[in-house]
């Protein structure tokens, strides 16, 4: 337990780290690695408002996880809701607590055993949050607690005097995006709201995957992304053109030129062969690829006679990504693309996705419910009830061949 003279010499070591010549996240970093080791958290994050974005930015984190850069809604989250009150959340069991399915934080995706949060204040006003997760003995004690809350205020000064720039990219082509996206169903004499403002910008030669629970909305996100359902409300812009009520014929075109579809399923034509499932897409795309070539892309030109119940199911996969791909569309969108396969096959056709996308330049949305593999993605979107809870910008995105799940 802290005494009183060890809070002093701990802030004031924090506070010659913040007063140094290094950039606000390198001496912010250094700070924070103090105050974990002198409190017993297991790992802290500084999330900052960004007024432009009206997002919470996990702007400076000390631990394993790599966090920074993931942004969630002040409205839906417990950060946000330190934020929005003030109110100090002390969570030493997240087992117990629904924003933690499965012991992950259904924000970031991190796993997470206890959780405490605080506000960040500067002039009387609530700036940021800090949050403290997985301290490794019991409750934190009143000493520790006061190093926290002190800290809390000068990291808060510390951001603001030196300037800290946010870990949000503007260097992206946006190939399509959302604004106030709503999308809702007639059901049993009422309105069923299934897409709740929704806000989104798909980078040109990214993998953005998009994760949630069932019935949170993903397949709905992914059915407007695909032009196979329209918005009830909201905006809808594709280079920059609005789409967001397209005629038949606009959504026919986009739907043939612009997007290469990969479902759980497969759906091949069964009285169709591997080569001949590829050339009937081909025939029909103005400015196609060579069905034989596309089939060699996934490595599968030895079985381009066979038809669909000669294969197996990651062949059928493997020929159904090869379809979506002999378009040359503008974006892949991929539900559960691994979904009813085995690991070693679902590695391949994540091997055979990661290709497209950093070295073929594809844009891929996929959507999964595998948050391992999360990790291999440029940005992860988490969908709650309908709404994004979070992005998370993946800094280092892992190779298809070191995830285990």
Not at 59 to 86: C, E, K, M, N, Y
Not at 100 to 107: L, Q, S, T, V
């Amino acid at each position: 337990m802290k005494t009183l003279r060890g809070r002093t010499e701990t802030l004031w070591q924090v506070l010659l780290k913040l007063g140094g010549n290094a950039s606000a996240e390198q001496v912010l970093t250094e700070a924070l690695e103090i105050v974990c080791e002198e409190t017993g958290a297991g790992e802290i994050t500084l999330w900052l408002y960004h007024d432009a974005e009206k997002q919470l930015v996990a702007a400076v984190h000390a631990g394993d996880s790599s966090i920074v850069g993931t942004s969630v809604s002040p409205d839906h989250s417990l950060v946000g809701r330190t934020f929005q009150t003030g109110e100090e959340i002390w969570i030493p069991d997240t087992s117990k607590h629904p924003s933690f399915p499965a012991g992950r934080d259904e924000e970031t995706g991190i796993p997470v055993r206890n959780n405490y949060l605080l506000s960040m204040r500067l002039g009387g006003k609530i700036t940021g949050c800090l949050q403290a997760i997985n301290r490794t003995a019991g409750e934190y004690s009143d000493e520790e607690k006061a190093i926290l809350r002190s800290f809390c205020g000068l990291a808060a000064m510390a951001a603001e005097e030196k300037g800290l720039v946010f870990p949000v990219r503007s260097d992206r082509k946006v190939l399509v995006s959302l604004h106030n996206a709503v999308k809702e169903y007639a059901s049993g004499g009422s309105m069923l709201r299934v897409l709740k403002d929704v806000n989104l910008e798909i980078y040109e030669h990214e993998l953005l995957i998009i994760l949630g629970e069932s019935g949170c909305g993903k397949s709905t996100l992914l059915n407007i992304l695909g032009g196979m359902d329209c918005l009830t409300s909201g905006e809808m812009t594709v280079d920059g053109r609005v789409f967001s009520h397209p005629t038949e014929k606009e959504l026919t075109e986009y739907r043939r030129d612009a997007i290469g579809f990969v479902f759980q399923a497969y759906h091949l034509m069964p009285n169709l062969t591997a080569l001949e499932n590829i050339e009937f897409i081909a025939e029909n795309t103005p400015n196609a690829g060579n069905a034989q070539e596309a089939l060699d892309r996934v490595h599968l030109g030895s079985v381009a006679n066979h038809y669909p119940s000669m294969m197996s199911g990651g062949q059928q996969q493997r020929v159904a990504i090869a379809r979506a791909i002999v378009k040359n569309p503008r974006m892949i969108l991929a539900d559960e693309p691994t979904g009813a396969l085995d690991y070693a096959t679902g590695k391949e056709v994540l091997q055979i996705i990661e290709k497209l996308v950093r070295e073929e330049k594809t844009t891929v949305v996929m959507v999964t419910h595998n948050a391992e593999i999360a990790r291999m993605a440029d940005r992860v979107i988490r969908l709650r009830d309908g709404r994004i809870s979070s992005i998370q910008e993946n800094a280092h995105p892992r190779s298809a061949d070191e995830l285990v799940w």
